[in-house]
Nanobody, 120 residues
């Protein structure tokens, strides 16, 4: 079975930085897309950043210039470097991966989330 485990979330002051990590493990033929989502209190989950297997990236407009997504394909790990954090970045951050099984099917996988709290 596939497991995604996030780490790195904590309390930080506004203007500070954090780096989140997500490691995928298990029986994986290929990881197509990896992404970070977040869900703030009282709000819907939103897509923060995405990276393809080839390294292309996309970002939520509100985090462009502050967040950077990257991946280590050899380790099946995705990172989210977050700089100049703002209180509105406070949320539970979730790792997502679209996986190819050995049978050829594609499956979504989610981590359990890591809490990021930015104080003013």
């Amino acid at each position: 079975q596939v497991q995604l485990v996030e780490s790195g979330g904590r309390l930080v002051q506004a203007g500070g930085s954090l780096r989140l990590s997500c490691a995928a493990s298990g029986s994986i033929l290929r990881i197509n897309t990896m992404a970070w989502y977040r869900q703030a209190p009282g709000k819907q989950r939103e897509l923060v950043a995405t990276t393809t297997s080839g390294g292309s990236t996309d970002y939520l407009d509100s985090v462009k210039g502050r967040f950077t997504i990257s991946r280590d394909n050899a380790e099946n790990t995705v990172y989210l470097q977050m700089n100049s954090l703002k209180p509105e970045d406070t949320a539970v951050y979730y790792c997502y991966a679209n996986l190819q099984s050995y049978s050829g099917g594609a499956y979504p996988a989610w981590g359990r989330g890591t809490q990021v709290t930015v104080s003013s």
